[in-house]
């Protein structure tokens, strides 16, 4: 579900970049992240396959959230004539952000904290994003 998710987000971000304002559709994606994560121990208690839910847009969005961030890098960089550049230290910084995610879940789990801690915890995360997202939008505007 996760990967089904993600293959109609990508499919879908595209013409949504063209039509709506970068910082403000990646605070969006940010927000429905944020959803996604913390409603996932949520569904889980109510019924198992609720989770595929809030799984398929936990992958929609993480696919999709590339997209924009990438294209503002590259918009404003490209000037400066390392947009390329931009792109790909994002996507480093994103690779290695899943990676202290990873290792610090399993920090969490040897702990042996309830595995619903991860989600709420990569919710909470997201949502710190979302917020630093949200000032972004709002400086932009004034």
Sequence with gaps: MWGIGGVVGSFLI?????KINGPVITLAIMLLLCIALIALPFSASVHPLLTLLPIALW???GWALQVPQNN???S???THGDGN???ALN???LYLGSAIGAASGGVLL???LPV???AVGAGAIAAMGAALQLIIVIRAKR
């Design 110 to 112: 040897a702990f042996h």
């Design 85 to 87: 550049l931009a792109v």
């Design 72 to 74: 503002e890098l590259v």
């Design 14 to 18: 595209g013409p949504l970049v063209d």
């Design 76 to 78: 404003t960089r490209q």
């Design 91 to 93: 996507e480093s910084a």
């Design 59 to 61: 992958g929609a969005v």
């Design 116 to 118: 619903s801690t991860l």
